[in-house]
């Protein structure tokens, strides 16, 4: 999942170590990949959390906070400066500024980022994550400028990409192996995240459907222990730069085919339009059978169903927002089930060993609410040998219209999409002793 592919994970409820009315300094520098100084460089530094709150992931706020205009409103806290003409930049804070209401240490949130490029959408950035537990932290930030690869084929898609030089991190930080994650977005919507990638990954390009977007490379740390000079206890994000990218595939069989969901009995409710199937991948399912019926008591949903139409030969299943174990089966007559395979994770395929006939697809789990998208496919499309790269102009929409990439399609509800970014990237911090887990679907995501 893109968000949890990150895995910036920090606790909150460590002790802090510096008196409230102490002077804290805060300072550092902003390079570009090479080494130069990014000159007059924007830094949005925000406190992310307190025990017992909410803290907000590295892949929304602080990118977001950086934008001149349609910052969300939870960005009027963060502190922006600019580094001077030597990349060099400087915050004064008290030491109550870097504690929570409680008093423990609360955690710090650093980011920057480059003017796009002219085949980006967005330039590269880093976030840094941090406590501070001394009067004095420095915080060298370094950003990642990769030359970024996306092709289709033969072999399906492939994105290549360099591995971070070993030079572009402080010695404390690089004895901690990096995590690559592969994201593409489009808007305020996860399109697919790879996970634990690989500088060559491959993977099948039907995740993608019909989506039109932003994709980047992350390479990330958690829980990295290093001096209180560097921030005690870190985690980072090092962005490369956003690229636009267009699927060639036509949509899913399933796009916009009608569905169903079951209660604990197994009785069908018949839902027009789908919200599983309208290609819309942000949007939770949150079907109601009861939306005009007065008296009406809403069922538990315990699973839902889409109807194909006929039965064809199904070779893969893909699900979005499943928040749990997910149950998947196939029918062809909607009373004989046979089993598919378990989707575990939020975003999740299911790749069948032989193609198999199926009109029906059910998917059965106590949270089918939180389901954004089922999409089914019976083939393997014929696949360009193409960049999956565009050059960041306006994209057709095949409706006479346009849209800048990362936009939602037209079929997509409206809206800023920050905020609902943002509120997809909140988890609570229980007791004062959870960790963040960035978890999107959703969110999402950094754009």
Not at 46 to 68: K, M, N, Q, W
Not at 293 to 315: K, N
Not at 410 to 421: I, Q
């Amino acid at each position: 999942m893109a968000v949890g592919a990150l895995g910036l994970l920090l606790f909150s409820c460590t002790a802090s170590r510096v008196n409230p009315k102490a002077d804290i300094n805060l300072s550092g520098t902003v390079q570009r990949h090479g080494g130069l100084p990014v000159a007059g460089a924007r830094l949005a530094l925000t406190r992310e959390g307190d025990p017992g709150d909410v803290i907000l992931t590295v892949a929304s706020l602080g990118f977001a906070c950086l934008a001149d205009t349609n910052a969300p409103a939870i960005c009027d806290d963060a502190r922006i400066t600019t580094a001077g003409s030597n990349g060099a930049f400087s915050y004064k804070l008290k030491g109550k500024d870097t504690q929570s209401t409680f008093g423990y240490s609360a955690v710090l949130s650093l980011t920057s980022s480059l003017p796009a490029k002219a085949d980006e959408v967005a330039g590269s950035s880093t976030t840094y994550r941090f406590h501070v537990q001394t009067e004095t932290v420095g915080i060298p930030i370094r950003l990642w400028e990769p030359s970024v690869a996306a092709r289709t084929g033969s072999f399906g898609a492939r994105v290549s990409f360099p591995k971070l030089p070993q030079d572009l991190l402080p010695r404390q930080i690089e004895r901690t192996p990096p995590r690559y994650t592969i994201e593409f977005t489009r808007g305020d919507e996860i399109v697919w995240t790879l996970p634990q990638a690989r500088p060559i990954t491959t993977f099948d390009a039907r995740l993608l459907e019909d989506s039109t977007g932003t994709m980047r490379v992350i390479v990330s740390a958690s829980n990295v222990r290093v001096s209180e000079t560097l921030g005690d206890q870190i985690a980072f994000a090092l962005r490369s730069g956003a690229r636009a990218f267009e699927s060639p595939l036509d949509p899913p069989i399933s796009r916009g085919k009608g569905c169903s969901v079951a209660d604990e009995k197994g009785k069908r409710f018949s839902l027009s339009p789908c919200g599983l199937t309208d290609g819309d991948f942000g949007r939770a399912f949150a079907p109601s059978v009861c939306t005009g019926t007065s008296g009406c008591t809403e069922p538990r949903h315990a699973s839902a169903v889409i109807d194909l139409g006929s039965a064809v030969g199904v070779d893969l299943i893909v699900l979005r927002g499943c928040e749990q174990s997910c149950r998947v089966e196939t029918s062809t007559d909607g009373r004989t089930w046979r089993s598919a395979g378990v989707a575990q994770d939020t975003e999740a395929a299911i790749s069948l060993a032989s193609s198999r006939r199926a009109r029906f697809v059910r998917v059965v789990t106590p949270f089918v609410d939180s389901l954004t998208e089922v999409s089914v496919w019976d083939r393997r499309q014929r696949l360009p040998n193409a960049s999956l790269l565009v050059t960041p102009g306006r994209f057709p929409t095949g409706n006479g219209g346009t849209r800048t990439p990362g936009a939602s399609s037209p079929a997509k509800s409206g809206g800023f999409g920050w905020l609902t970014v943002v509120a997809a990237a909140l988890l609570g911090v229980v007791g004062g002793a959870a960790a963040v887990l960035i978890a999107r679907r959703r969110t999402r995501r950094a754009a």
